[in-house]
C-alpha cells in the first residue's frame, strides 16, 4: 500500500518562509501527479498547488507568487516551498497523489 508522508511545518512569523516535503512510498511516484491542500480551522480542505507528471504546475489564487511546487523523482519526493506567509496560510497542509493515499498533515501557523 502506497503511503505519503508531510513534514516541515512548523510556527513562523508573518513574512517568513516554510518549505514542507511529502515522501511517497513506492516505485512509481513520478507516475503521480502531486497535490497539496489545506484545511484551516472551521473551513473546508481546499487545494492549494498542483504538479503533474511532467512537471506542469498550477495555484490557488490565494497563493500564486508566494508558494512555489516542486518534485524530485529520485527522492520520491514533492516540495511546497511558502514564502510571505500570512496568517490567512495557518491550517493543516496535506499531500496526495496516489489514489486514496493521504498523509496525517502538517501543521503551519503563522502569527501576525
Known amino acids: 500500500q502506497v503511503q505519503v508522508a508531510e513534514s516541515g511545518g512548523g510556527l513562523v512569523q508573518a513574512g517568513g518562509s516554510l518549505r514542507l516535503s511529502c515522501a511517497v512510498s513506492?516505485?512509481?511516484?513520478?507516475?503521480?501527479?502531486m497535490e497539496w491542500y489545506r484545511q484551516a480551522p472551521g473551513k473546508q480542505r481546499e487545494l492549494v498547488a498542483r504538479i503533474t507528471n511532467g512537471g506542469s504546475t498550477n495555484y490557488a489564487d490565494s497563493v500564486k507568487g508566494r508558494f512555489t511546487i516542486s518534485r524530485d523523482n529520485a527522492k520520491n519526493t514533492m516540495y511546497l516551498q511558502m514564502t510571505s506567509l500570512k496568517p490567512e496560510d495557518t491550517a493543516v497542509y496535506y499531500c496526495?497523489?496516489?489514489?486514496?493515499?493521504w498523509g496525517q498533515g502538517t501543521l503551519v501557523t503563522v502569527s501576525s
Open positions: 496526495t497523489g496516489p489514489p486514496g493515499a
Open positions: 513506492g516505485s512509481i511516484f513520478w507516475l503521480y501527479t
